[in-house]
């Protein structure tokens, strides 16, 4: 059952795609039991190893951090701007005084952001004009800690991780189609009443 990594920047905002995993039966994804001993010496069960390894084509693909100033009616996640013939969504506003960044997907077009400028609105009631003075495409690696879930297309359900921090294997390599491939690893301990929560993909 293929699967998508998905990330979010809180528990009840939007997930994005990040990486695939290529099923939750397969070593990509695991659930494994740890034991102890109960008083009388028998072995029981004391919690839960999970591993997720997902193959990631392109960290940086498609999100953008835009260094902005000068912000008097600060935009808010949802809205929509433009520069260079593209549609950037935000997904993460940090300003303090105005100034700060603004975390996009980009919407529409292909073109990526000119190297600095101004951001157009679209969509929104925030400033109708941004400045922005730089921006860069490692939104995902901007935080060691994302909320994450497993995210199944076929069948249109998930399995929710929470809160966890992740660690990413730099040393890509390339698969049989001459692509590179990163992988990004979440690997962490759930209750032992927490499993049915990791093994049983629920509907969105």
Same mark, same amino acid.
């Given at each position: 059952?293929?699967?998508?990594?998905?990330?979010?920047?809180?528990?009840?905002?939007?997930?994005?795609?990040?990486?695939?995993?290529?099923?939750?039966?397969?070593?990509?994804?695991?659930?494994?039991?740890?034991?102890?001993?109960?008083?009388?010496?028998?072995?029981?069960?004391?919690?839960?190893?999970?591993?997720?390894?997902?193959?990631?084509?392109?960290? !940086? $693909?498609?999100?953008? #951090?835009?260094?902005?100033?000068? /912000? %008097?009616?600060?935009?808010?996640?949802? +809205?929509? *701007?433009?520069?260079?013939?593209?549609?950037?969504?935000?997904?993460?506003?940090?300003?303090?005084?105005?100034?700060?960044?603004?975390?996009?997907?980009?919407?529409?077009?292909?073109?990526?952001?000119?190297?600095?400028? !101004? $951001?157009?609105?679209? #969509?929104?009631?925030?400033?109708? /004009? %941004?400045?922005?003075?730089?921006?860069? +495409?490692? *939104?995902?690696?901007?935080?060691?800690?994302?909320?994450?879930?497993?995210?199944?297309?076929?069948?249109?359900?998930?399995?929710?991780?929470?809160?966890?921090?992740?660690?990413?294997?730099?040393?890509?390599?390339?698969?049989?189609?001459?692509?590179?491939?990163?992988?990004?690893?979440?690997?962490?301990?759930?209750?032992?009443?927490?499993?049915?929560?990791?093994?049983?993909?629920?509907?969105?």
């Amino acid at each position: 059952m293929k699967a998508n990594l998905q990330f979010s920047p809180s528990a009840s905002g939007t997930y994005y795609n990040i990486g695939s995993v290529r099923s939750k039966n397969n070593k990509q994804y695991k659930v494994n039991k740890l034991l102890g001993e109960d008083r009388s010496g028998n072995p029981e069960i004391i919690g839960y190893q999970v591993n997720v390894e997902a193959n990631a084509l392109e960290i !940086n $693909l498609d999100f953008f #951090v835009f260094t902005v100033s000068g /912000i %008097i009616d600060s935009p808010v996640v949802g +809205d929509i *701007y433009e520069n260079n013939s593209s549609g950037f969504q935000i997904i993460e506003v940090k300003l303090t005084g105005g100034a700060g960044t603004l975390a996009c997907i980009k919407y529409s077009g292909t073109n990526d952001p000119l190297a600095s400028g !101004n $951001l157009g609105v679209v #969509v929104g009631d925030g400033d109708a /004009i %941004i400045a922005f003075s730089s921006w860069l +495409d490692n *939104y995902f690696l901007t935080k060691e800690t994302w909320y994450f879930r497993l995210y199944f297309p076929a069948e249109s359900k998930k399995i929710l991780f929470g809160s966890r921090n992740y660690f990413l294997d730099h040393d890509s390599f390339i698969n049989r189609n001459e692509i590179v491939i990163h992988l990004i690893n979440l690997s962490f301990i759930i209750d032992k009443d927490d499993y049915s929560n990791y093994a049983i993909p629920v509907s969105v």
